[in-house]
């Protein structure tokens, strides 16, 4: 399907504005005044396209194009606008925009499909400001109460519900799982597999099961100087351990794991006080849901033993993930067929990164397209796709939405 890449490339270029950073990336947290911007934005541009829009109790946004068949279940295609702090303008804008461009290109050449096509911008995908990550497709697939969503707090203390109704997208349609004929998502790959290999479209085949833990070690505070260092019960050293041994627990437990500590906070944090309390972030993930439970074990095995080593308090409070998923091989034919007739180099792999689509999978057929990486690079300012991978892979998004989108 051939679209107007200059019309994409200026609609991707006109969404980074919003949020922009001063090092290329964006910083649009989730229910933030730039998410709020790119939302409005986006909803004017719906409104040209002649879609009607539609928000949900959870700000999810669905755009829909009718089909020839109005009561046919639609086909769902789309991704997010929020991004983590400092993050790329590429993760999550792609694929939302290359699907207003899709039917954008339907609208120019008056092609009808059978079915509606209904494009989502999904809430919070990203996690870091109201964890977990995916909680507005969680919440609509019914992997979570919507009203444990609108309890989440930031670290500010401000509720999700609160926010989402300060930005004005706390809409009246129930979140909840409804009939769809099938879920396409087009994201970059976040990872150097494609870039390395020059291979120009990647088909997610699945996508890689993730754990969010939250560790407070308590000790107690005290003078740096005088207090003798048998006396001391420092978190932080507590916690230092205990990060040090969650990063060699994929090296005991095979390949393919990983795990990361992203965020630490510190109590009093004074430089002449032995710190009181820490919490820090655990991130783990693998395809497969025994090591992913193993790994859990290991996470609370290695920081109990490091919390006990220096007579600290420990708690873990889990902050939600998702299982393992392999994605519809219908679906992923229809993205392969279409690679195929517009002849790109293309190779199928897993997705270590997690994805909206994780959820739609629970309700409806369901895959990925990735569009390369420069250097794998992602979550970090220089996040960059080449503008010629952009338009391929959202032909290749058009290509296989109109075939599931005129399947009877
Ligand atoms: O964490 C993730 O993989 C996604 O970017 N939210
Ligand atoms: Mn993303
Ligand atoms: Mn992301």
């Known amino acids: 399907m051939k679209i107007d890449a200059s019309r994409l490339q200026t609609s991707m270029e006109e969404m980074a504005r919003i949020g922009a950073t001063a090092g290329g990336g964006v910083h649009r947290l989730t229910l933030s005044d730039s998410d709020k911007d790119a939302r409005d934005l986006f909803a004017s541009w719906v409104k040209s396209a002649g879609l ?3 928000v949900d109790e959870m700000g999810n ?8 068949d109005d009561l046919a279940t639609p086909v769902m295609v789309g991704s997010h606008f929020d991004s983590v702090p400092n993050g790329g303008r590429f993760d999550g804008s792609l694929g939302v925009l290359a699907a207003l461009e899709i039917v954008r290109t339907l609208n120019d050449r008056e092609i009808a499909t059978h079915r509606p096509i209904e494009i989502v911008n999904w809430t919070n995908e990203e996690g870091p400001r109201f964890p977990p990550s995916m909680l507005g497709s969680g919440v609509f697939a019914g992997a979570f109460e919507r009203d444990f969503a609108y309890e989440v707090r930031d670290t500010d203390g401000m509720r999700f519900v609160d926010e989402l109704e300060r930005i004005g997208y706390r809409g009246k349609l129930p979140c909840q799982p409804r009939p769809l004929a099938g879920y396409l998502e087009l994201h970059v790959e976040q990872g150097p597999a494609l870039f390395t290999s020059g291979i120009q479209i990647g088909i997610v085949e699945g996508i890689r099961g993730l754990t969010w833990l939250r560790i407070t070690m308590k000790g107690a505070r005290d003078h740096a100087g005088p207090t003798p260092m048998h006396m001391r019960k420092d978190a932080l050293v507590g916690a230092a351990r205990a990060i040090s041994a969650i ?3 994929p090296g005991n437990l095979g390949s393919d794991l990983v795990t990361t500590v992203g965020e630490i906070s510190v109590s009093p944090n004074a430089i002449n ?3 009181e309390l820490v ?8 395809r497969d849901e025994n090591i992913l439970t193993r790994a859990h074990q290991a996470v609370v095995e290695v920081s109990g033993n490091a919390a006990k080593q220096e007579g600290l308090e420990i708690e873990v409070t889990p902050l939600g993930g998702s299982t393992p998923m392999a994605f519809d ?14 002849g790109y180099s293309h190779r199928r792999l897993w997705s270590a990164a997690g994805h909206d689509a994780r959820y739609a999978a629970d309700l409806c057929p369901t895959a990925m397209i990735f569009a390369p ?11 960059l796709t080449l503008w010629e991978d952009v338009t391929r892979s959202c032909e290749i998004l058009g290509g296989a939405l109109v075939s599931l989108a005129n399947q009877p």
Do not use: Q, W
């Not at 946004?61 to 020839?68: H, L």
């Not at 091989?329 to 517009?342: F, H, N, P, R, Y």
């Not at 990486?373 to 996040?383: F, Q, R």
């Open 61 to 68: 946004m669905f755009a829909r194009r009718e089909g020839s």
């Open 329 to 342: 091989s219908g679906v992923i034919g229809a993205i392969e067929e279409t690679c195929l007739d517009k």
């Open 373 to 383: 990486s420069v250097n794998g690079k992602s979550h970090a300012e220089d996040e």
């Open 279 to 286: 919490t820090f972030s655990v991130d783990f993930r693998h």
């Open 247 to 249: 990063r060699d627990i």
């Open 273 to 275: 006080v032995i710190p």
């Open 52 to 54: 009607s829009l539609s």
